[in-house]
């Protein structure tokens, strides 16, 4: 099994910062893309980054120069660095492992980032 344990969320003043953090454990594939999904209430699930075992990295749109992902390959984590956070930023992120071969995704529990006056 794959485990994937997040952390790092919780309420955040607006124009503050915010680092999660999610470590994979089990049978990983080295060869595999993690990232970060957000789910804001009554709204679909929308990609904010990923990145690969190389470091080529995606970014959604609206999040772009404003958060920052990384990994570090020998802990099997990966990070989200948010800065400039905004209300419409509030969701609950979720990360992602990807298998490429055979395809597979794995999912974290999903932490809650709120952020707020």
């Known amino acids: 099994q794959v485990q994937l344990v997040e952390s790092g969320g919780g309420l955040v003043q607006p124009g503050g910062s915010r680092r999660l953090s999610c470590a994979a454990s089990?049978?990983?594939?080295?060869?595999?893309?993690m990232g970060w999904y957000r789910q804001a209430p009554g709204k679909q699930r929308e990609l904010v980054a990923t990145?690969?075992?190389?470091?080529?990295?995606t970014y959604a749109d609206s999040v772009k120069g404003r958060f920052t992902i990384s990994r570090d390959n020998a802990k099997n984590t990966v990070y989200l660095q948010m800065n400039g956070l905004k209300p419409d930023d509030t969701a609950v992120y979720y990360c992602?492992?990807?298998?490429?071969?055979?395809?597979?995704?794995?999912w974290g529990q999903g932490t809650q980032v709120t952020v707020s006056s």
């Open positions: 992602l492992v990807r298998r490429p071969f055979p395809r597979n995704d794995y």
């Open positions: 990145i690969a075992w190389s470091g080529t990295t």
């Open positions: 089990g049978s990983i594939f080295s060869s595999n893309i």
